[in-house]
């Protein structure tokens, strides 16, 4: 079992950083794929980044590639996403989750069994 809790949401300007975290409980949190999703109102939840187990592989969402890093830390069993000139369009609440199952970056919602409560970033033009 893994219990997921994003923090570091906010209200920023466009060209401004953020940077999410989520602690996870549970001993499966280093063993597993580890991702960022997010939601903006009407839309489907979309994968932003991926990290694996050993944090040495990630996968980033074109959409954000070059402005978000996704890394983590599992002494402290948490993940971090660093989102760095963030646009309007970036408006979204955002998702941690965990895929214990998964050796590989896997990118639909569907391959990951636990998620956090979400975390509102809203970016103003």
């Known amino acids: 079992q893994v219990q997921l809790v994003e923090s570091g949401g906010g209200l920023v300007q466009a060209g401004g950083s953020l940077r999410l975290s989520c602690a996870a409980s549970?001993?499966?949190?280093?063993?597993?794929?580890m991702g960022w999703f997010r939601q903006a109102p009407g839309k489907e939840r979309e994968i932003v980044a991926v990290?694996?187990?050993?944090?040495?592989?990630?996968y980033y969402a074109d959409s954000v590639k070059g402005r978000f890093t996704i890394s983590r830390d599992n002494a402290k069993n948490t993940v971090y996403l660093q989102m760095n000139r963030l646009k309007p369009e970036d408006t979204a609440v955002f998702y941690c989750a965990a895929a214990p199952k998964s050796r590989y970056l896997v990118i639909h919602t569907t391959n990951y069994d636990y998620w956090g409560q979400g975390t509102q970033v809203t970016v103003s033009s």
């Open positions: 990290i694996s187990a050993s944090g040495v592989y990630t």
């Open positions: 549970g001993r499966t949190f280093s063993g597993a794929t």
